[in-house]
């Protein structure tokens, strides 16, 4: 299949037969649902602090749709972005007909209240506001409630909520727009400590979270799409590392790793050789980045999806979807079906590759008889790049909190260098700062498996955020 012949519409029927499913059919309609977000239960960590308690948070039913994005850890990826195009008055409106409530773990009312969604970042969290509650005379107390997303917006609309919170890269734009974030430009301009500290940040991060030449919120951490591969599988068909192959790890050389690794038992195939993933997170898109496409142009207000050098990527998936070298969705669909529980296709064998996120290395460590490492995303032949579209987190702060101050405080002690370089052992994920994240991240003695994880620095600079628009909803997007 070329991609000179290939039309916008013939991709779109290709698609439409199953080739990539429902995912590439969203990748070009963008030019509700329910979301799988934060914990199944609400938590609470206010350090040096005694009191703690619960409010009733309304759940503005009709008027806001949570929406779940690639995932990267249980809820890193989630998504509200009906949330997003809801005036603050329907929200209100909704809120107050609303017959049901729903706990919302508070901290004290002389203290800031943080929100972060993921259930596994509790105990880091809790060890940070621990450290900063030490010195600080205003404390910190850091919520982690269920149904993350809705309980932000109807807090929000009946015109409390937390005092700051963690936010995601595709909701971030919208929630810029309609002025669910507050704009932090005059706090960062005259504090000498917090702009450095901004200024070492991953260049990507840093850009994102500004909205219409404003600072409306700072970055924390992401996360990186990596190619994972089995050792043993590798060395059996006379395969070496790819990590030993530099710039030559490219698309075309790892498409003769998965011709070679692919097994078959007559025109049937048993073991694919790599496993992509039908997303625009660690999935098909970063074949359109990597080859210089893009979702939307930078000012965001042109669909630029379906580009020549966008389409030629796509193209490329399909052609090995299509030569059975990369797995199907049948074969994923029949694969998952008979992996046990806990663990993944990778882990199970039914693949030697598997293009992910680096939020599965906690799965693979387990499966202790799996002789594994990773690999960075491989190069365009095009343009000679990598690629690592990420869901980019950062910290915004809530307009109408009362401690706004305080609220800062804290958000530029989540910046300073000796925070960011806990941010890996703590929570697993990548700094934002440059130099943490190369220091700690990048290093396996810090970092933890795999031994491949010290040539990840290529992708950690070519980390751009998931597509995502102040107009269009990421429901919309996917």
Known sequence: MSSAKLSRRELLVTARVGVLGTAAVGLLAACGGTAAVGSTSGTVSVSAASATGSTAAPTASAAVTTSSAATASAAASSTASAAATTTSATATKAAAASTSAAAVPTVPADAVDFWQWGAGYVPGFAKLTDDYNKTSKVKVGTVNPSDYWNKVVTTQASGTGPDGFLMNNV???????????????????????????????????????????????????????????????????????????????????????????????????????????????????????????????????????????????????????????????????????????????????????????????????????????????????????????????????????????????????????????????????????????????????????????KYFQPVLDATTPLPASDLISWNDIV
Request: overall charge negative; aromatic content about 12%.
């Open 171 to 453: 909701n971030f734009k919208q929630w810029a727009h309609n002025g669910l974030v507050a704009d932090l430009s005059g706090y960062l301009n005259p504090d000498k400590d917090a702009a450095a500290s901004l200024k070492a940040m991953t260049p990507s991060l840093v850009n994102w979270y500004q909205y219409q030449g404003k600072t409306m919120g700072v970055p924390w951490d992401f996360s990186a799409g990596i190619v994972g591969f089995n050792l043993d599988q590798l060395r059996a068909v006379g395969l070496t590392s790819p990590n030993d192959q530099g710039k030559k790890w490219d698309w075309n050389l790892m498409q003769d790793y998965a011709t070679k690794l692919t097994q078959k038992s007559g025109s049937e195939i048993t073991r694919s050789g790599i496993w992509i993933n039908a997303g625009l997170e660690n999935g098909y898109y970063s074949f359109c980045v990597a080859n210089g496409g893009s979702f939307f142009n930078e000012s965001l207000d042109q669909c630029t999806i379906a580009s020549p050098e966008a389409i030629s990527g796509l193209d490329f998936v399909l052609t090995m979807l299509k030569n059975g070298v990369a797995a199907t969705p049948a074969f994923m669909s029949a694969a998952n079906k008979a992996v046990p529980t806990g663990g993944t296709a990778f882990t199970d064998g039914a693949t030697a590759m598997d293009f992910e996120g680096d939020w599965n290395f906690t799965t693979w460590v387990k499966a202790t008889s799996l002789n594994w490492d990773a690999t960075i995303f491989p190069y365009s032949p095009t343009t000679g790049k990598t690629a690592n579209t990420s869901n980019l987190r950062g910290v915004v702060m809530n307009p109408q909190s009362k401690k706004k101050d305080d609220t800062w405080n804290w958000m530029a002690y989540l910046m300073s260098k000796p925070v960011q370089d806990q941010i890996t052992g703590l929570l697993g994920e990548i700094p934002a700062n440059s130099a943490s994240a190369t220091a700690t991240y990048g290093d396996p003695t810090k970092g933890g498996p795999p031994p491949g994880r």
